[in-house]
Nanobody, 119 residues
Framework: QVQLVESGGGLVQAGGSLGLSCAAS????????MAWYRQAPGKRRELVAS???????SYADSVKGRFTISRDSPKNTVYLQMDSLKPEDTAVYYC?????????????WGQGTQVTVSS
């Protein structure tokens, strides 16, 4: 079992910045990928950004150039730096990871953290 603990988020004005972090803990696992998803009220959960074990990253078109995902591998922690925030970035942000244990993959979600961007 892997636990994901998120921190960060909150309320910010449009144009401002926020940072999120997510730490994974558990026994004897290897992280294959870590990612951030978000879900706004009445909308489907969508992928915001991901970072794989080799460090390659991908972003949703809506956040490219504004958000940066990074990872501290020894700490099993992923970060999301969000700059130039817009009201449409308002959502609950969820940390997500796929881990490998005994050659099997397991997916885990964080509890979610609210990000609110005021206009």
């Amino acid at each position: 079992q892997v636990q994901l603990v998120e921190s960060g988020g909150g309320l910010v004005q449009a144009g401002g910045s926020l940072g999120l972090s997510c730490a994974a803990s558990g026994r004897s696992f290897t992280i294959k990928v870590m990612a951030w998803y978000r879900q706004a009220p009445g909308k489907r959960r969508e992928l915001v950004a991901s970072i794989s074990g080799d460090g390659s990253t991908s972003y949703a078109d809506s956040v490219k150039g504004r958000f940066t995902i990074s990872r501290d591998s020894p700490k099993n922690t992923v970060y999301l730096q969000m700059d130039s925030l817009k009201p449409e970035d308002t959502a609950v942000y969820y940390c997500y990871t796929v881990t490998i244990l005994n050659n099997r993959g397991y997916a885990y979600w964080g509890q979610g953290t609210q990000v609110t961007v005021s206009s």
